[in-house]
T-cell receptor, first 109, second 110 residues
């Protein structure tokens, strides 16, 4: 069993839909990162969460430390949101990330 | 402004011919990483540095070496590239708050 699990693995939705991607982890972490990777592109850090909720534009990330669960939400989704979204657990004991497998999101116009 | 810079963006090499990938950062971060990412997979950590303290992942092949001559620069040397080493190589830096990734170097081995 992977230490960081994401679901769904693939998600296709219509433009405008509300999107939720889930992440569960089984390790003790310092923080949880949500990252975005466009096809053929580099990786961009969207959020780093250690508690509660963060919002940036149409993106919202939440984390429940007790349940070891985090969610990434996209409101009013747009085709340019199509990308792979990855959650990764950060361990500040060794500065390493434990990566989820990623969720491939496609937003159709 | 680019904060983590990787050169070149695309590198073609021949089977067995040594190749060096470069990374530089303008952030003055202590921690730097090299990842290998193959198609449709999550990045795989090869090494990371905390300052000059080098940390090699147990399953990183001996074929892969790294150098960090100063805080700003880090190099990945592949001594004898095989066809299986064709991948995207990502450099990253880190604080406790966030991660910064370079655009990657896509390596093609002929």
């Amino acid at each position: 069993k992977n230490e960081v699990e994401q679901s769904p693995q693939n998600l296709t939705a219509q433009e405008g839909e509300f999107i939720t991607i889930n992440c569960s982890y089984s390790v003790g972490i310092s923080a949880l990162h949500w990252l975005q990777q466009h096809p053929g592109g580099g990786i961009v850090s969207l959020f780093m969460l250690s508690s509660g909720k963060k919002k940036h534009g149409r993106l919202i990330a939440t984390i429940n430390i007790q349940e070891k669960h985090s969610s990434l939400h996209i409101t009013a989704s747009h085709p340019r949101d199509s990308a792979v979204y990855i959650c990764a657990a950060f361990m500040d004991s060794n500065y390493q990330l434990i990566w989820g497998a990623g969720t491939k999101l496609i937003i159709k116009p | 402004d680019a904060m983590v810079i990787q050169n070149p963006r695309y590198q073609v090499t021949q089977f067995g011919k040594p190749v060096t990938l470069s990374c530089s950062q303008t952030l003055n971060h202590n921690v730097m990483y090299w990842y290998q990412q193959k198609s449709s997979q999550a990045p795989k950590l090869l090494f990371h540095y905390y300052d000059k303290d080098f940390n090699n992942e147990a399953d990183t092949p001996d074929n892969f070496q790294s150098r960090r001559p100063n805080t700003s620069f880090c190099f990945l040397d592949i001594r004898s590239p095989g066809l299986g080493d064709a991948a995207m190589y990502l450099c990253a830096t880190s604080t406790k708050e966030t991660q910064y990734f370079g655009p990657g170097t896509r390596l093609l081995v002929l």
